[in-house]
């Protein structure tokens, strides 16, 4: 079978991205460890509002661990709890949410905080707010009719 030259070099380009691909994933994955935010912990969706840390929502100091803050989030049609929330400029923080009943986002407007909320999962993201100002939460997972008025906001201060 004649392969023209040009196809060889495309295909041979073809697959030399794709195990570039493979490879940069599997070091990620395995390697460093990187996950997906809402793939290991898991939760009883109905019982969310009597499960710690989700029977407290919001920011709390925490010692001996890698950040400094936790900041937890519930959402449900059609709002997070809580509904604003300060956090001290230069913090380390884990965001912690989960939804009580259908796929929500949690999507931090200006952050690359981007986490799909899924009911039963528990998602996780740790990040340092290194700048002054307000940062709003929105919904970008269409949740029924209200999803146009989910919204939060994080005001990060001095
Ligand atoms: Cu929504």
Same mark, same amino acid.
């Given at each position: 079978?004649?392969?023209?030259?040009?196809?060889?070099? @495309?295909?041979?380009?073809? *697959?030399?991205?794709?195990?570039? /691909?493979?490879?940069?994933? !599997?070091?990620?994955?395995?390697? +460093? $460890?990187?996950?997906?935010?809402?793939?290991?912990?898991?939760?009883?969706?109905?019982?969310?509002?009597?499960?710690?840390?989700?029977?407290?929502?919001?920011?709390?100091?925490?010692?001996?661990?890698? @950040?400094?803050?936790?900041? *937890?989030?519930?959402?449900?049609? /059609?709002?997070?709890?809580? !509904?604003?929330?300060?956090?001290? +400029? $230069?913090?380390?923080?884990?965001?912690?949410?989960?939804?009580?009943?259908?796929?929500?986002?949690?999507?931090?407007?200006?952050?690359?905080?981007?986490?799909?909320?899924?009911?039963?999962?528990?998602?996780?993201?740790?990040?340092?707010?290194?700048?002054?100002?307000?940062?709003?939460?929105?919904?970008?997972?269409?949740?029924?009719?209200?999803?146009?008025?989910?919204?939060?906001?994080?005001?990060?201060?001095?």
């Amino acid at each position: 079978m004649h392969i023209h030259k040009f196809e060889k070099i @495309w295909l041979t380009f073809g *697959v030399g991205a794709l195990l570039v /691909f493979l490879t940069v994933l !599997g070091v990620s994955a395995f390697y +460093l $460890g990187n996950q997906p935010p809402s793939c290991l912990a898991t939760i009883n969706p109905e019982k969310v509002d009597t499960t710690a840390p989700f029977n407290e929502p919001g920011l709390k100091k925490v010692e001996g661990k890698d @950040w400094d803050y936790e900041l *937890v989030f519930v959402a449900q049609a /059609f709002a997070y709890t809580p !509904g604003t929330v300060e956090v001290p +400029l $230069g913090a380390k923080v884990k965001v912690i949410a989960t939804t009580k009943d259908v796929i929500h986002g949690f999507q931090v407007a200006g952050t690359n905080i981007n986490m799909m909320l899924e009911p039963g999962y528990i998602s996780e993201y740790v990040t340092t707010f290194d700048k002054v100002g307000e940062y709003l939460i929105l919904c970008n997972e269409y949740c029924g009719t209200g999803h146009h008025m989910m919204t939060s906001k994080i005001e990060v201060v001095e």
